[in-house]
């Protein structure tokens, strides 16, 4: 069966240090890959999105990797911060030219002062 | 530029008893998602549409879940009768096209069954 699996329920990270999130998936075949943000009470938000050619893609401080070969990809953010403490997701489509976009089930990441 | 627009952000109401979602898109964007999301839990497409087509709505549960959206613009989830498991965020999100491009969402609809 299809499964996207985000590494953690929760993650908690030391401010300034680098927080890396994790997506996996099972019997998909992505064209592309999206991380959405979203804080309590809101709606997601669009972060980044990377295409199945596509190693690797930066905005500031995130960086997102997809092995398409591993069937994951690893979300980035750099000198984080409080501010930064939020529920990310992943989100896949494009699966097979289907342009259903899927989610994971999320990380909540808590930045530590 | 006005975001995705939903109403009411919260609802209410007993079970069995009807209840009916709107979302107004950011203009211009011809495909319109409804999600529904549990606490804890990733949103799970209920159905999309492009324009006023439903292009799919395999995971809406038809014997109980409605939508429309007329002239391709605003939408409407309609749940009749609702049950306690119902109780959840239902989302809205648009986007300008299918297939790889960004999906902006509402703040989303909290329905509490009792």
């Known amino acids: 069966s299809q499964k996207i699996e985000q590494n953690s329920e929760a993650l908690n990270i030391q401010e300034g240090k680098t927080a890396t999130l994790t997506c996996n998936y099972t019997n998909y075949s992505p064209a592309y890959l999206q991380w959405y943000r979203q804080d309590p009470g809101r709606g997601p938000v669009f972060l980044l999105l990377i295409r199945e050619n596509e190693k690797e893609k930066r905005k500031e401080r995130l960086k997102v990797t997809f092995d398409t070969t591993l069937k994951q990809s690893l979300f980035h953010i750099t000198a984080s911060q409080p501010a930064d403490s939020a529920t990310y997701l992943c989100?896949?489509?494009?699966?097979?030219?289907?342009?259903?976009?899927?989610f994971g089930t999320g990380t909540r990441l808590t930045i530590i002062p | 530029e006005a975001g995705v627009v939903q109403s009411p952000r919260y609802k209410i109401i007993e079970k069995k008893q009807p209840v009916a979602f709107w979302c107004n898109p950011i203009s211009g964007h011809n495909t319109l998602y409804w999600y529904l999301q549990n606490l804890g839990q990733g949103p799970e497409l209920l159905i999309r549409?492009?324009?006023?087509?439903?292009?799919?709505d395999s995971q809406l549960p038809k014997d109980r879940f409605s939508a429309e959206r007329l002239k391709g613009v605003d939408s409407t989830l309609k749940i009749q009768p609702a049950e306690l498991g119902d109780s959840a965020v239902y989302l809205c999100?648009?986007?300008?096209?299918?297939?790889?491009?960004?999906?902006?969402f509402g703040q989303g609809t909290r329905l509490t069954v009792v």
């Open positions: 999100a648009s986007s300008s096209q299918t297939g790889s491009s960004e999906a902006f």
């Open positions: 549409y492009e324009n006023e087509e439903a292009v799919d």
């Open positions: 989100a896949l489509g494009g699966d097979f030219g289907n342009e259903k976009l899927t």
